[in-house]
């Protein structure tokens, strides 16, 4: 008999505080990140020592602004070939990657080749958010505690997961949007196990980031009215437009990867091509350099006109999407957020002014827009929505945002296979979860599926007499499994037919004699997916289903066929289309 698999344990306790110490752990280490980020920033653009995050817009190297991010580039291609090629990229889709084929396992030396290339590339100017690496940096942290102590190969996926979610919670102080992420992106599920260590690292990160930066939104902006009725429709409006556009990038961006790959050089110096670009977009809008979270908080707050934002939308994309596709090490989250935003802010100044009477708010155009980007591209539905509620504390947008994201996400499910974060590992033959769903074979008792009608044979019957009847051709002739009863009538075990035809066993041998194995049965008020893990763990293709009050009485047999047989309602549920209410027709009326 399986046990009956309970929603938590005891051992939940253990993880949970693993979590917690995690996600405290990878708080620290995004406010080193970020310390480490300021100084190479002031260092290489400034030419002092200082910690702070400042913005490199301000430099005053003319022409050798551009060979900046190149010298960045180099060191980060440097350190990709003969550290680890893991580090390239934005880091998310490769902790998916490890999540599905390599049981969560991360190279211990990512923890900090990804961080200290990120802080590089970042440092030197690169268009990137911090997000990307110190969720990467967490994940790979979290997996390494998980290959260090006793645990499952869940129970590393919980933690990788963990110190992904107390990063992003960490950098950004939006605690309920890294939980999401963590499911939408890296978890793929969404079960208690997993969602309670994940929420508590993602507070511990939280909490943390209170204590050394303060618990300010991390994108202040005014507080706006709460929109109208066709301000709400024209912001579902923008959200589609916004996903036409993030499945644009999408595909641009991967086109510009395959045409580094085309290019007769070896990948460590695509890098520095990149960076080359980077430099000199940098060169003509310096607000493209570095991570930019300055130039989300001004689109939002209207501080930037129609042309500065389309010029601001325009370059950020060139920059970000070469230098991404170059393989060089950053976020993608603040990026997308800097070219939406703006898109929307200049959209929303557009609206404003030729129909007034929508009553759209470009801050509110832009704030939408932002999240509706992130949703279209990466398919992280929930996550966008939040994130843009949790770093502003704009109340009135959750509305519009919901809508926005909505239609976001939509449109880029209608036009895009995969999306900016699978396509990568997708190429590589990886199959990635989008839709998570309750497990059907969970919901069906075991009572329900099983076979009643079953045809047992006696222990006392010689083989002889079975192989006899099994070459007749009963009714009986299809059936793979026979239950053995004793002479009192209870269950001894079961025999297959391959048992009963093997040759080598003569005929005067009595049915009982055969069995070498203990019966495995059921309960008939298990649910089939226990049943479908016992057949797994016993290795057999049928077990006995016992009565739910008694034992030792057999009900019937369950085997594989019965739990695929389950699965035509769910298949019907999902594809038949049918009426069930009709208008009734009016009566004509009775001849006179």
Known sequence: MPRQFRTLGRRILWISTLAVLL?????????????????????AFYGRWD?????????QLGLWVILVPAVGGIIVGIMARYGSGAIRGHGIPEAMEQVLLNESRIKPRLTWLKPVSSAVAIGSGGPFGAEGPIIATGGALGSLIGQLLHVTADERKVLLASGAAAGMAAVFSAPVAAVLLAVELLLFERRARSLIPVALAAVAGTALRYVLEGNEPMFPM????????????????????LGVVSVAITRLTYAIEDGFAKLPIHWMWWPALGGLVVGCVGYVMPMTLGVGYGNITAVISGQLGLGAMLALCLLKLLSWSVALGSGTSGGTLAPLFTIGGALGGALGIALAHAAPWLGVDPRMAALVCMAAIFAGASRAFLTSVVFAFETTHQVHGLLPLLGACAAAYLVSGLMMR???MTEKIARRGVRVPSDYSADYLDQIRVGDACSRQVVSLRDSQKLSEVRAWLGSKTSAYTHQGFPVLGQDGQLRGVLTRRNLLDADIADDERIGQLIIRPIIGIREDHSLREAADHMVEANVGRLVVLDREDATRMVGILTRGDLLAAHVQRLREARHASRHLRRRRKAEAAPI
Do not use: Q, W
């Open 222 to 241: 005014p507080t706006v009215a709460a929109p109208g009725f066709p301000a709400i429709g024209t912001y579902v409006v923008l959200g589609l437009i």
């Open 418 to 420: 995969n999306t900016i």
């Open 51 to 59: 910690f702070s995050l400042s913005s490199p817009a301000d430099n």
């Open 23 to 43: 996600g405290s752990g990878v708080a620290v280490a995004a406010y080193a990140l970020t310390g480490l980020i300021g100084l190479i920033t002031n260092l």
